[in-house]
């Protein structure tokens, strides 16, 4: 059985809003990855199969290798159509917000959100979210966002209107979220609810390859040279560290997404349980950790990163120069392991053969 976790009273007047609104925006976090989309493309589906003019408005332009998840190509995006994303959601008369727990996630957006007094629905699974919201639907013990949308159908009898494309976006959010169900994915639940999916006839396997096995050739040689060239592990910290500056990501024709799962794969190393991607864009350095185990990196990168997340998953944003940003990361070693030695075991280009 799926449990109605979700507060009734909540649903309450979630139905009572859906109800007395025809023009309805969804939106996500920047850089929006797997469970962004698969989140709001899913509730855009099954909203429009009530009857609503749903239109899912993200802050920034889908990866390339997303583009496969259905109701992509017509996002209105707002660094590529400002114009008609500003109608969108002055227009609207409910606003949900997913897979993020404060405006600062959704960037120039908020700037365009905040003033507006329509209604605002959050329906999440981070941490510690802002109380900017009308309804807040805010779970982090659950997988993904996707997980969420489906027991907030579910909780309102609206499953029947989960088709194969909305089932669709839901699987590759509930797949993405969790790793390829390698980590938050220990509810039994969680199968019910992917057997749920299921039923509707998605094409699983197409699905899954396209998501977590399709990269393109840039992508992959990028991949293999941080990994080969760039990887500095920490042993005695059970940390790995990664660094790629603008010039390297040129060098591989880097486009948004190409280096999405590289800060996971120190973590197959036995003795690596924590893992630190730096990686310098135009106006600032984005920061992504994973971990293992009770070992929160969003601690971490809430106090030395501007940012946060969950306690394996979390990322956030650096001011400064890359050698600044490995500094941080320094100290972060110093700080939290105080006793110990934080030289490391350097790539194989920079080891010196005489
Ligand atoms: P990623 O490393 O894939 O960019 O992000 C992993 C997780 O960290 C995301 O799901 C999100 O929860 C969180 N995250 C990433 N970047 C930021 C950020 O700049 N600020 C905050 N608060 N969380 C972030
Ligand atoms: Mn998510």
Same mark, same amino acid.
């Given at each position: 059985?799926?449990?109605?976790?979700?507060?009734?009273?909540?649903?309450?007047?979630?139905?009572?809003?859906?109800?007395?609104?025809?023009?309805?925006?969804?939106?996500?976090?920047?850089?929006?990855?797997?469970?962004?989309?698969?989140?709001?493309?899913?509730?855009?589906?099954?909203?429009?199969?009530?009857?609503?003019?749903?239109?899912?408005?993200?802050?920034?332009?889908?990866?390339?290798?997303?583009?496969?998840?259905?109701?992509?190509?017509?996002?209105?995006?707002?660094?590529?159509?400002?114009?008609?994303?500003?109608?969108?959601?002055?227009?609207?008369?409910?606003?949900?917000? @997913?897979?993020?727990?404060?405006?600062? $996630? *959704? +960037? %120039?957006?908020?700037?365009?959100?905040?003033?507006?007094? &329509?209604?605002?629905?959050?329906?999440?699974?981070?941490?510690?979210?802002?109380?900017?919201?009308?309804?807040?639907?805010?779970?982090?013990?659950?997988?993904?966002?996707?997980?969420?949308?489906?027991?907030?159908?579910?909780?309102?009898?609206?499953?029947?209107?989960?088709?194969?494309?909305?089932?669709?976006?839901?699987?590759?959010?509930?797949?993405?979220?969790?790793?390829?169900?390698?980590?938050?994915?220990?509810?039994?639940?969680?199968?019910?609810? @992917?057997?749920?999916?299921?039923?509707? $006839? *998605? +094409? %699983?396997?197409?699905?899954?390859?396209?998501?977590?096995? &399709?990269?393109?050739?840039?992508?992959?040689?990028?991949?293999?040279?941080?990994?080969?060239?760039?990887?500095?592990?920490?042993?005695?910290?059970?940390?790995?560290?990664?660094?790629?500056?603008?010039?390297?990501?040129?060098?591989?024709?880097?486009?948004?997404?190409?280096?999405?799962?590289?800060?996971?794969?120190?973590?197959?190393?036995?003795?690596?349980?924590?893992?630190?991607?730096?990686?310098?864009?135009?106006?600032?350095?984005?920061?992504?950790?994973?971990?293992?185990?009770?070992?929160?990196?969003? +601690?971490?990168?809430?106090?030395?990163?501007?940012?946060?997340?969950?306690?394996?998953?979390?990322?956030?944003?650096?001011?400064?120069?890359?050698?600044?940003?490995?500094?941080?990361?320094?100290?972060?070693?110093?700080?939290?392991?105080?006793?110990?030695?934080?030289?490391?075991?350097?790539?194989?280009?920079?080891?010196?053969?005489?």
């Amino acid at each position: 059985m799926i449990s109605p976790i979700i507060d009734e009273n909540k649903l309450e007047r979630l139905r009572a809003l859906i109800n007395s609104a025809q023009r309805i925006a969804i939106t996500c976090h920047k850089s929006p990855d797997g469970d962004a989309l698969g989140s709001s493309l899913a509730l855009c589906h099954v909203l429009r199969r009530l009857g609503k003019e749903a239109v899912v408005v993200t802050p920034d332009m889908a990866p390339k290798a997303l583009e496969f998840i259905p109701g992509v190509r017509e996002l209105v995006v707002f660094t590529k159509h400002e114009l008609r994303a500003r109608n969108v959601l002055g227009e609207a008369q409910l606003i949900f917000c @997913l897979d993020f727990n404060s405006m600062k $996630r *959704i +960037d %120039r957006l908020a700037e365009v959100v905040e003033p507006l007094k &329509t209604k605002r629905v959050l329906i999440d699974h981070h941490l510690d979210p802002d109380d900017a919201f009308d309804v807040l639907i805010s779970h982090p013990e659950a997988s993904s966002t996707c997980e969420l949308v489906f027991r907030v159908l579910m909780q309102m009898g609206l499953l029947r209107f989960m088709d194969r494309q909305a089932a669709s976006c839901l699987y590759v959010g509930l797949l993405t979220d969790t790793g390829g169900f390698a980590y938050s994915s220990d509810n039994p639940e969680f199968y019910e609810i @992917l057997a749920s999916i299921m039923r509707r $006839r *998605i +094409d %699983r396997a197409t699905l899954y390859n396209k998501a977590m096995n &399709t990269f393109s050739e840039n992508s992959l040689r990028l991949q293999g040279y941080a990994i080969n060239e760039k990887m500095r592990l920490f042993p005695e910290q059970g940390a790995a560290l990664i660094v790629l500056s603008q010039e390297e990501l040129e060098r591989f024709n880097y486009s948004r997404g190409d280096t999405e799962t590289l800060v996971n794969k120190p973590l197959a190393i036995p003795g690596i349980y924590w893992s630190v991607f730096l990686r310098e864009d135009a106006d600032r350095i984005k920061v992504s950790c994973r971990s293992q185990g009770d070992f929160s990196v969003s +601690d971490i990168c809430a106090r030395y990163f501007n940012g946060g997340g969950h306690s394996n998953a979390a990322g956030g944003d650096f001011i400064g120069t890359l050698d600044q940003a490995v500094s941080v990361f320094e100290q972060v070693l110093s700080d939290l392991f105080p006793n110990t030695n934080s030289t490391d075991n350097q790539p194989t280009q920079e080891i010196t053969t005489s």
